[in-house]
């Protein structure tokens, strides 16, 4: 069964050095996205990514943040100058093999922690 | 704006108990999407099911069921006869179809559920 895959499961950081988040979309997929939960919250929306181009952000995603999509597989998220504030689990979700609403599915996400 | 509730933080339940979990969500548009994932203790976001606003119908898989009431604002979801492997954080969101065909989650803060055997 097709899968979000998301590298590496565990990264711990210093403050303010910078880190990318890989994800692996499932392959026929249109619409990528990332979430992040901070430890014991709701999860919250990030970035959404369509045509390689942002179709969506919230105001959690500010100027420390960028996505990508450097090839055909790879979705990264990048943090700039991470901030103790960034430690969470972050996830990538992917949706959409043609117009309208699809599931998303989940990546099993990435626990951060910024020390 | 959307919104989703989910009341209860925590709830414990024995093995074999029916569970309930609340839902009640906010919206101004007529089409929206409902959805339950499930995360587990091991951390992943398990996709449980999608429902849309115009789609009133109960749905039930296995030991799951879901109650989706337009008039009340609320998508419940009902667990029958609990197994401890059901203990997890459950989490309901709603999304809002947007012109481009896609659309993002709200999601709720999550209902811990516990069965204990």
């Known amino acids: 069964e097709p899968e979000v895959t998301q590298t590496p499961s565990h990264q711990v950081t210093q403050m303010g050095q910078e880190v990318i988040l890989r994800c692996v979309p499932i392959?026929?997929?249109?619409?990528f996205y990332w979430y992040r939960q901070i430890l014991g919250q709701k999860v919250e929306f990030l970035v959404s990514?369509?045509?390689?181009?942002?179709?969506?952000k919230s105001e959690i995603f500010d100027d420390q943040f960028s996505v990508e999509r450097p090839d055909g597989s790879n979705f990264t998220l990048k943090i700039r100058s991470t901030k103790l504030e960034d430690s969470a689990m972050y996830f990538c979700a992917s949706s959409g093999s043609g117009r309208g609403m699809h599931e998303a599915f989940f990546g099993q996400g990435t626990r951060l922690t910024v020390v | 704006a959307q919104k989703v509730t989910q009341a209860q933080t925590e709830i414990s339940v024995v093995e074999k108990e029916d569970v309930t979990l609340d839902c009640v969500y906010e919206t101004r548009d007529t089409t929206y999407y409902l959805f339950w994932y499930k995360q587990p203790p091991s951390g992943e976001l398990v996709f449980l099911i999608r429902r849309n606003s115009f789609d009133e119908q109960n749905e039930i898989s296995g030991r799951y069921s879901w109650n989706f009431q337009k008039s009340t604002s609320s998508f419940n979801f009902t667990i029958t006869a609990s197994q401890v492997v059901d203990s997890a954080v459950y989490f309901c969101?709603?999304?809002?179809?947007?012109?481009?065909?896609?659309?993002?989650?709200?999601f709720g803060k999550g209902t811990m559920l516990l069965v204990s055997p």
């Open positions: 392959s026929n997929h249109l619409y």
């Open positions: 990514f369509y045509n390689n181009e942002i179709s969506e």
């Open positions: 969101a709603l999304s809002e179809l947007g012109n481009s065909g896609y659309s993002t989650l709200t």
